[in-house]
């Protein structure tokens, strides 16, 4: 059975402003109001780019920033992560502008929207704000999204042995796409995962071989809510059961009848 630790991690959501504030509430001892995130975020960029960005690179640099905190000043920063990158449908609210942009008679399409309707655009981003040149991927599996980069980025950790960044993140779409499809509020968690076992981890995740049976649900209703009202939002069960420090099993939805199944030791 293949393992890798948990170094860190990185959350934000309303309610769920950072990993060390939002323990008590994915525990249980507190109950979860979903409270407006910051305004201020995505502060590791140069103030040139950070105006330049969206909410969705923003939110996505925010937990990766809080789970690469440690590293920023150490020696060990200069030598970088490999990062994996999962939203459900990128940056919506640009692509929703340029579509609106080519109906319009002089299609004033502008060329920093067209700049961040890439997939990647995050990663770019990231790259620049760090300077971390390793490979980096994005990758996008619809609400299936969070465990298929998870188990992207562990298959990276192994086959490089190496630490690798996992950052998920979805935002709500903008009408009349929300018509469409309902996100129901912003979600970013960053995972710092690492093939060998580290001296101070979270947790330390396990992989069986099984793939199919149903998702795993929360005790909490307001948070089982936000749970299947955003893709990133399906990382919950897993955040839930590393915080609370004991063994447990969990399945994550990659596809219909498609589970991810993991072990969580402490």
Sequence with gaps: MNE???ESIGLMAPGL???????AVL????????????AALGTLLPANE?????ATVKLALQVAQEAMANDFGAVRHTLGVHTV?????????VLDKICTALTQPDRPV?????????????AGYWAIATGYTLPSLSL???NGSFAAGLREAAALAWMEQARVLLVAYDLPLPFPLSEQRQIIAPFAVALLLNPLDTAHRLALLRFPRE???SATALENPALDALRLGNPAARSLPLLCAIVRHRAQRVALPVGEGECLTLEIQP
């Design 4 to 6: 890798l630790s948990v």
């Design 17 to 23: 402003i950072g990993w060390p504030a939002s323990q």
């Design 27 to 38: 525990t249980g001892a507190q109950p979860y109001q979903a409270d407006p995130i910051p």
């Design 50 to 54: 950070r105006r330049r960005t969206t």
């Design 85 to 93: 990158l999962a939203s459900s449908g990128g940056d919506s609210e």
């Design 110 to 122: 502008s060329p920093t929207q067209f700049h961040h309707s890439v997939h990647n655009t995050p």
């Design 140 to 142: 996008s599996a619809y």
């Design 211 to 213: 793939t199919t049976g």
